[in-house]
């Protein structure tokens, strides 16, 4: 069964504290995003990467950091930088980048 | 997640009539457009997906239309159903295929 799978499903920061959120992709896909969703507003982006071993700064990047050591796997980690870090995250994938994303089902970000 | 949706515009219509979904864009030069469905929790379903070198592409109960004139892209659902309530947003790929940037999307209802 093919997909994006995102965990945890809900995930609660102490203040000063790391987070990390994982994203795993079986799709095969060279492209992956994170993107973080507030109430209203569209999706910006957080960290892409277009191929493993590679990474580069969305929008909103500060407070955030990555890594894609594997093709399937883009982990987002959450600093005590981030001083308003409560959001929906998403991740997402694809073939080609900027086309087709296909999205993970969230990761709820809430702050102790 | 759960909160997605605060002060967005509100299309409510019956079920069994056709919606159609309105989306203005920012820029002349985007080349590509997508439209997704997001239910409260969940990440985004990808819906269709149409090139500027299109005015119109059809799926399965849903149209999509291309007005580069205006700058509008529309997104029609044949016969709603209750299961198509939901956020629905559009995304236009900018900058030669480098930015994706996001509306923040419409809530459809469907009364029953």
């Known amino acids: 069964d093919g997909g994006i799978t995102q965990s945890p499903k809900y995930l609660f920061r102490k203040e000063g504290q790391n987070v990390t959120l994982s994203c795993e992709q079986n799709?095969?896909?060279?492209?992956m995003y994170w993107y973080r969703q507030d109430p209203g507003q569209g999706l910006r982006l957080i960290y892409y990467s277009q191929i493993v071993n590679d990474f580069q700064k969305g929008d909103i990047a500060e407070g955030y950091s990555v890594s894609r050591e594997k093709k399937e796997s883009f982990p987002l980690t959450v600093t005590s930088a981030q001083k308003n870090p409560t959001a929906f995250y998403l991740c997402a994938s694809s073939i080609r980048f900027n086309e087709k994303l296909f999205f993970g089902s969230g990761t709820q970000l809430s702050v102790l | 997640g759960e909160s997605v949706g605060l002060h967005l515009p509100t299309l409510s219509v019956q079920e069994g009539d056709n919606s159609i979904i309105n989306c203005a864009y920012s820029?002349?030069?985007?080349?590509?457009f997508i439209w997704y469905k997001q239910e409260s929790g969940k990440g985004p379903q990808f819906i269709i997906d149409i090139r500027s070198n299109m005015d119109k592409r059809q799926g399965q109960r849903v149209t999509v239309l291309l007005n580069k004139t205006v700058k509008h892209l529309s997104l029609q659902i044949a016969a709603t159903q209750p299961g198509d309530s939901a956020v629905y947003f559009c995304?236009?790929?900018?900058?030669?295929?480098?930015?994706?940037?996001f509306g923040a999307g419409t809530i459809l209802r469907v009364k029953s």
């Open positions: 820029n002349s030069a985007s080349d590509y």
């Open positions: 799709l095969n896909h060279d492209a």
């Open positions: 995304a236009e790929n900018m900058e030669y295929g480098n930015k994706l940037v």
